[in-house]
């Protein structure tokens, strides 16, 4: 199994992005698939959370009102469309599936994990 996250970069203040997260090995419509973003020196954090029926959660409020997630079912992949993103939001964006029971949002609760994408906002 694989996971590779795409889409990140440089983008300004007030921007937007859409990162992928493309599985092989492993049929990802039939997982849930939770993002995480780690921040330098800190552990990673959950962001929002796909079901494998299509149920989608946000760890905290401020993530539902910007972040959003969506399947690419052609693509095997998990979106996450990102907006008016802020110096704040520059950290590393994982994305993780084969959930394991416990807290959907706890790092420990996943089996698989992709290498990550870099997404910083400056000016």
């Known amino acids: 199994v694989q996971l590779v996250e795409s889409g990140g970069g440089l983008v300004q203040p007030e921007g937007s992005l859409r990162l992928s997260c493309a599985a092989s090995g492993l049929k990802l419509n039939d997982y849930s698939v939770t993002w995480f973003r780690q921040f330098p020196g800190k552990e990673r954090e959950g962001i929002a959370s796909?079901?494998?029926?299509?149920?989608?959660?946000y760890s905290t409020p401020s993530m539902k009102g910007r972040f959003t997630l969506s399947r690419g079912n052609a693509e095997n992949s998990v979106f996450l469309q990102m907006h008016n993103l802020g110096p704040e939001d520059t950290a590393k964006y994982y994305c993780?599936?084969?959930?394991?029971?416990?807290?959907?949002?706890?790092?420990?609760?996943?089996?698989?994990w992709g290498q990550g994408t870099q997404v910083t906002v400056s000016s």
């Open positions: 993780a599936t084969h959930f394991t029971g416990g807290d959907r949002f706890d790092p420990r609760s996943y089996l698989y």
């Open positions: 796909i079901t494998s029926d299509n149920a989608i959660t």
